[in-house]
């Protein structure tokens, strides 16, 4: 019986040259799927490069082939067994059968992984692997200290920890205490992005029922976000460690969080810094708040470790020490997925085989979004803290070359099977543009607890009948998946999956030739805003002083570009305008603000000192 990837090779006539017209042909839709041509690769590739994906797959041939393996139960059968992997010590699986890469395909691969692997040997071991920032790059050593390029790294990494487990076994046992509690109840974590992303996950994933700190978050500037979660702490605010998270401390949204925060401890007469935590690199603003206001503790994050892959640093471990989480077996499950992912047999590297798979179905080029399907509630937020570990890394306008490449690759996805009443019915039949990963969790719930709610059947065996329904009802369709396997949620496995999707990030990225550790785009948005703020406090001058005349001067808007020498900024002095209208800052004299050209704006009170100058 022939294999799949057999019958894909055996079919196919993958090109061995990419002509210039090919590459700067537009995509088109051909077959029962679109095609990306050569065109969407991105042009440094080389261009003798062979069995390149879109070369191969869609192709009349190939989707023959496919329609043929999908009928034909012992070459699929073959193919899973050909592919499966385990790792026996984390009772981890990888199947990778039903994304339809051929043979010559991995071949080309194994060739590509090999400066993949080398690059990743040479990051590991101290490299400058983020050139643009001149940083090198340590998540890896944060579970094994011994693979620090410098030994005061290592006791840095080991004292750290030892500090994180202590201060938490000090604060739950109330050793350590609010001035007005017996002991500390909640955690409020405030921080954004690579500082809130991973310990969200990892709340939801392992905290138990009743765990001895309930951790919330705040993790935006928006004002009711932030009063809904104080709201909710009410009276437990005296009882609160808020743990002010921030790599560079100097994150405005953070920052604003924390100043809502200690306002609201004002407000209930309460000392903040006795309750203040801060984790932040030495020396950051945050940092030497911290100090010089006498917080609590103070927990270092390192300039080698970048915010999205912080989770086993103190910005993931504290929070998750608090709440009972035994974080040494996340840092085991890292570990070994670490050492599993070392490999450099392309078959024997799980890893290794996500980034091949991802480059696969996605062209290379991130011509199919991936969708994160775990089936399984607690593993809700793995598809939101892969959004920013995959993208934030991916999502590249150069690569390393400086060539243009807009790289990416998008991820999206909730649980299973709630999103099969919601989205699945597009996957299956819809605009073919993802491929999916089923993440399984073969215990359904503790030893003991289980109960047929029908002769033979479990409410778990129904989420598991739903994840391989739709698994077998979409590789039918011929919509490609992968799936990753555990046996339970623990802090190990939690530990394992992050640490094997971080190197397929760093291999994937190393594959498309882009600097995965970088984040320049993230900048535009943040300047962009900075302008915005800045332009308000020129309009709130110019309202001031047209305010402070008696009579008082209520001003167009064309009249108040002009004087704050804006008039090509007039569209977003009207978003200003209208924004403080709505909070009751700025009166309308005439007219309305849905009319833009008809208001006249002036300030309902005149500051003589001008504080907005
Ligand atoms: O931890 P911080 O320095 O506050 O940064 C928080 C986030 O800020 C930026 O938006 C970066 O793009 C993210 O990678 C980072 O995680």
Redesign the pocket.
Known sequence: MASLSGLFSSSLKPSKTLSVKALSAPPTRGGDSFSFPHTSKPTHLPLTLSASRSDISHTDAATAAKKELIKDPDALWKRYLDWLYQQKDLGLYLDVSRVGFTDEFVVDMEHRFKAAFKAMDELEKGSIANPDEGRMVGHYWLRNSNLVPKPTLKTLIENTLDSICSFADDIIAGKIKPPSSPRFTQILSV???????GPQFVAEALAPDNPPLKIRFIDNTDPAGIDHQIAQLGPELASTLVIV???????P??RNGLLEVQKAFREAGLNFAKQGVAI?QENSLLDNTARIEGWLARFP?YDWV???T?VMSA?GLLPAALQGIDIREMLTGAAIMDEATRTTSLKNNPAALLAMCWYWASDGVGSKDMVILPYKDSLLLFSRYLQ?LVM?SLGKEFDLDGNTVNQGLTVYGNKGSTDQHAYIQQLREGVHNFFATFIEVLRDRPPGHDWELEPGVTCGDYLFGMLQGTRSALYANGRESISVTIEEVTPRSVGAIIALYERAVGLYASLVNINAYH?PG?EAG?KAAAEVLALQKRVLSVLNEASCKDPVEPLTLDEIADRCHAPEEIEMIYKIIAHMSANDRVLIAEGSCGSPRSVKVYLGECNVDDMYA
């Open positions: 921080g954004i992005g690579g500082s809130a992303l998270i921030s790599k560079s401390g100097g994150t949204e953070t932040t994050m970048g915010g999205r912080s910005v920013q934030e984040q993230v943040k």
